[in-house]
């Protein structure tokens, strides 16, 4: 219902992604710009998937504006 509708605490600005098909296992690179939602309170970031295996997060400041 449109009344129950929250803000996002953070938006995704861009994805890129790149794929690593083999047929034993397929990688899959996941590049993302996210910008937390100044307007909703802090809290962390979630990252939720089924069937993967994470290999590794980076994360970094990139300068704004």
Avoid: C, H, W
């Amino acid at each position: 219902r449109r009344e129950d509708y929250v803000a996002p605490a953070y938006f995704i600005r861009s994805v890129e992604l790149t794929f690593d098909l083999d047929p034993a296992k397929t990688i899959v690179g996941s590049r993302m710009r996210i910008e937390r939602n100044v307007s909703m309170p802090a809290q962390p970031l979630q990252l939720q998937g089924e069937g993967l295996t994470l290999l590794r997060v980076l994360a970094g400041l990139l300068p704004t504006g």
